[in-house]
């Protein structure tokens, strides 16, 4: 079993930045990849970002360029650095782990709200 524990979220204004973190607790050896989700309200839950374990990453295409996905395994945690937010960022974010066996675990959620 994971568990996932989200932080980092909060109410910034258009143009700014927050760092999200994602930290797992029980068999962190057996996660592959990482992935940061979310989900505006009214909309389905759409993937961000992902981070394999061999530090390969893919991002959405509209946060291409202003997220980057990182982990750091000595911690482990993943990183969701956003820079230059929109309101259209708006929504709660989700941390999920798929482990080595195709196992998904999800984190509570952190909300992030861009003001305009």
């Known amino acids: 079993q994971v568990q996932l524990v989200e932080s980092g979220g909060g109410l910034v204004q258009a143009g700014g930045s927050l760092r999200l973190s994602c930290t797992a607790s029980g068999s962190f050896f057996s996660i592959n990849a990482m992935a940061w989700y979310r989900q505006a309200p009214g909309k389905q839950r759409e993937l961000v970002a992902a981070i394999t374990s061999g530090d390969s990453s893919n991002y959405a295409d509209s946060v291409k360029g202003r997220f980057t996905i990182s982990r750091d395994n000595a911690k482990n945690t993943v990183y969701l650095q956003m820079n230059s937010l929109k309101p259209a960022d708006t929504g709660v974010y989700y941390c999920?782990?798929?482990?080595?066996?195709?196992?998904?675990?999800w984190g509570q959620g952190t909300q992030v709200t861009v003001s305009s």
């Open positions: 999920k782990a798929v482990s080595i066996r195709g196992s998904h675990f």
